[in-house]
């Protein structure tokens, strides 16, 4: 059974940092490595948005909202990926969702929170 697990979200001031984590416990190395792997985050509206992809060749995309801020990265052999956040503003509050997906499982991470409050 493959479970993600979130870590790493907190309280900050704004214009500081946050790393936060993603390890998929249960998944094999061979199906990790060519996963897909997304951060979601969900402020206090109903739409879920996608923050972050990295694909199994490392390619990377990001939103708009926080291109050149945030940073997606993983370590196939922690079997962790990675969402190094800053210049933390206000408006990045929210819980934030990692998610996977490969030929074999989809799966959500049960969300952490963060939050940019001076």
């Known amino acids: 059974q493959v479970r993600l697990v979130e870590s790493g979200g907190g309280l900050v001031q704004p214009g500081g940092s946050l790393r936060l984590s993603c390890k998929a416990s249960g998944m094999i190395l061979s199906e990790f490595s060519i996963a897909d792997m997304e951060w979601y985050r969900q402020g206090p509206g109903p739409q879920r948005e996608l923050v972050a992809r990295?694909?199994?060749?490392?390619?990377?995309d990001y939103s708009d909202s926080v291109k050149g801020r945030f940073t997606i990265s993983k370590d196939n052999g922690k079997r962790t990926a990675y969402l190094q956040m800053n210049s933390l503003e206000p408006e990045d509050t929210a819980v934030y969702y990692c998610?996977?997906?490969?030929?074999?499982?989809?799966?959500w991470g049960q969300g952490t929170q963060v939050t940019i409050q001076g």
């Open positions: 998610h996977v997906k490969t030929w074999a499982h989809d799966e």
């Open positions: 990295i694909n199994g060749g490392r390619v990377t």
